[in-house]
């Protein structure tokens, strides 16, 4: 299984953002699938996650601000990031729980 994490870039305070994460190598319909992030210096952290049957969760720094979705016929999680804050700066990663699989991470910068 690979997973591969896209739509990260530099945006000013206020904008948006949507990452995506492909899976391949497997059609299957995972429990769950999650978001996480990792700022310098910082540990990672969940940022979000999503099950199968469409149940979200979402860290409180980003409840209210972020979304979560999957589309399980296209073998792909989504982000959508709004009102972004300087603090949401860090490298995002794409994570499927069973098996623990992780994508590359993608660069998500908030800077004026």
């Known amino acids: 299984v690979q997973l591969q994490a896209y739509g990260g870039g530099l945006v000013q305070p206020g904008g948006s953002l949507r990452l995506s994460c492909a899976v391949s190598?497997?059609?299957?319909?995972?429990?769950?699938m999650a978001w996480y992030r990792q700022a310098p210096g910082k540990e990672r952290e969940l940022v979000a996650r999503v099950s199968n049957n469409g149940r979200t969760d979402y860290a409180d720094s980003v409840k209210g601000r972020f979304t979560i979705s999957r589309d399980n016929a296209r073998n792909t999680m989504y982000l959508q990031m709004n009102s972004l804050r300087p603090e949401d700066t860090a490298v995002y990663y794409c994570?499927?729980?069973?098996?623990?699989?992780w994508g590359p991470g993608t660069q998500v910068t908030v800077s004026s």
């Open positions: 994570n499927i729980p069973l098996g623990s699989y």
């Open positions: 190598g497997s059609r299957y319909n995972f429990p769950s």
